[in-house]
């Protein structure tokens, strides 16, 4: 997502400062399109990619109980409790 006209959260101590130190070019590459031969690849090593990258590859019903659905809302409840307890 860099690059983009995105914002994002660095909640962790002492990376905002990293960053900075370090003051990286910013290179947009947000919309730059996959080479179709890393999506192939991904599509063959990870099938949870796959459904999820695929227009018929999850009914509705299942997105809610997909687990990289479920591992993204774990990881940011878990940290909206740290950061606000």
Not at 42 to 59: A, I, Q, S
Not at 64 to 84: A, D, H, K, Y
Request: aromatic share 12%; glycine share 12%; net charge negative.
């Amino acid at each position: 997502m860099v690059g983009g006209k995105v914002c994002g959260t660095i909640n962790w101590e002492g990376t905002a400062d990293k960053l900075i130190e370090q003051n990286p070019p910013v290179v947009y590459r947000l919309f730059n399109p996959v080479p179709q031969k890393v999506i192939d690849e991904l599509m063959e090593k990870l099938p949870d990619f796959k459904r999820g990258y695929l227009d018929d590859g999850l009914e509705i019903e299942e997105f809610e109980g997909f687990g990289p659905v479920q591992l993204f809302r774990s990881q940011f409840t878990g940290s909206w409790g740290v950061c606000w307890i």
